[in-house]
């Protein structure tokens, strides 16, 4: 095994002027040599991109650092499945935000789980800053974490994982393919292929500095549109079904759960807005939904 294998840190970027030079910084000041740092803007309409060009112009380090920037606006998903498919050349791939800043020891502590061959994905711990990079809170944990699908995670309704500052091995995305154009959001689709494959470590070792705004996605993760997240679990767990990665009764059991996953989410976007009178019938029918998933 290579024990410098070459890592892809990517920076998504979108209407980020505030934040994205900070988000440059924090990648070129990796511990770890055997880096390269895409930059990739998604055709921004505000200073992200000149601000972005202006911060590596001014750098003098012996890092490789790239610079893209789209023609047009086309989303994070296609965005993400243009990068992965066109621009990385890394083992593992590390993914931050334009608005999020990544500690100098982040990819260090990252390769080093990955040494682990059973780890197809790793996270860590983080700081939360507000949008004047004050720290607001922060995540703890004591140890490494693993997470993989056992008992325990087919019989929980949430697909979500602990962790901040995602890497994976190339081979997740390899394998799988490219994301379903709809799906609206990364990183928990990245995570569940992972776990398909193998395990998930999660340091106990701070990886970034995460910000939150009213701009970034976590504000409005229940607005998401849970169907096309499901659609993608179903159309992964197909693939590594007829691929021989999961079992018989692992891929009926993953279907299962995604489907009451998605039933109890809609069933929480149906109760906003609602009157009492309905928001009681449909929190009745939720917790039958959270006592289904302990027959899967």
């Known amino acids: 095994m290579n024990e ?4 892809s840190l990517v920076i998504l970027a979108y209407n980020q002027e505030k934040f994205i030079s900070e988000a440059i910084v924090g990648a070129l000041s990796q511990t770890y040599d055997n880096l390269e740092i895409i930059v990739s803007d998604d055709c921004s309409t505000d200073n992200t991109y000149e601000i972005a060009k202006q911060t590596i112009e001014k750098y003098n380090g012996d890092k490789k650092i790239y610079l893209y920037r789209n023609k047009k606006n086309i989303g994070l998903v296609p965005h993400v499945n243009k990068i992965f498919s066109q621009y990385v050349n890394g083992e593992y791939i590390a993914l931050a935000g334009g608005d999020d800043i990544s500690l100098p020891e982040r990819i260090e502590k990252t390769v080093a789980l990955f040494k682990n061959d059973s780890v197809y994905a790793v996270s860590g711990q983080c700081y939360v800053i507000n949008e004047k ?8 944990q004591k140890g490494i974490l693993y997470w993989e699908i056992n008992d325990e995670y087919i019989k929980n309704l949430s697909f979500m994982t602990s962790g901040a500052g995602l890497a994976i091995k190339k081979c997740v995305y390899d394998k ?8 609206p959001t990364e990183d928990s689709t990245l995570r569940f292929r992972a776990l398909l494959l193998g395990k998930l470590a999660v340091s106990d070792h701070y990886f970034i500095k995460y910000r939150r705004h009213e701009n970034n996605l976590t504000n409005h993760i229940y607005s998401l549109k849970t169907k096309y997240i499901s ?3 179903i159309v992964d767990l197909k ?4 691929r021989n990665i999961i079992n018989n009764n692992q891929y009926r059991r993953l279907r299962k759960k995604v489907f009451l996953y998605g039933l109890n989410r809609d069933l929480s ?5 609602k009157s009492i009178f309905v928001r009681l019938p449909l929190r009745i029918v939720q917790e039958v939904v959270k006592k289904m998933i302990q027959w899967v």
Request: glycine share 12%.
């Open 269 to 273: 976007s149906w109760k906003n807005g």
């Open 176 to 183: 799988f393919g490219e994301l379903e154009l709809k799906t």
């Open 133 to 140: 990079g004050n720290v607001i809170g922060n995540s703890e």
């Open 4 to 7: 410098t294998p070459l890592v």
């Open 239 to 242: 693939k590594a079904y007829e």
């Open 231 to 233: 659609q993608q679990y």
